[in-house]
């Protein structure tokens, strides 16, 4: 499978780029605007040694930066796993070391 195959947020964001991708309270997030938040993502990612079949544990809210964080995670290649932030931290630490997790994204606003 093609990594083009792997990207249905860009091949949506190249059909309809003003159409709304998402929801989160009052707030429209366009397609395009998703996908280039999902993009700064990938970079920023693999810039920290994020690439194919790397573990991430995802300790996030439902949110925009959340769906960007799996995107982003996706065009890399790498395996997410997430977990639940109201977890205590006992649990997601055994989480993360039976995950075999490389690394964790974690929306500290909310741990």
């Known amino acids: 499978m093609s ?5 249905p947020l860009r ?7 003003e159409a709304p991708a998402l ?6 997030f ?6 280039a938040h999902a993009q700064r993502l990938k970079q920023q990612f ?3 040694g994020i690439g194919d079949g790397a573990r991430v544990g995802v300790m996030m809210e439902a949110s925009a ?3 960007a964080t799996l995107f982003a995670l996706l065009r890399l290649k790498a395996v997410a796993v997430c977990l639940n932030v109201r977890n205590p931290d006992d649990v997601l630490a055994a989480q993360l070391r039976e995950l075999g997790a490389e690394r ?5 606003d909310n741990r």
């Open 65 to 67: 930066a959340s769906v």
């Open 46 to 48: 693999g810039d920290a």
């Open 23 to 28: 929801r989160c309270g009052e707030t429209i």
């Open 104 to 108: 964790a994204i974690v929306d500290v």
């Open 3 to 7: 990594a083009r195959e792997l990207d």
């Open 30 to 35: 366009t397609y395009a605007v998703l996908d």
């Open 11 to 17: 091949d949506q964001a190249m059909r309809t780029p």
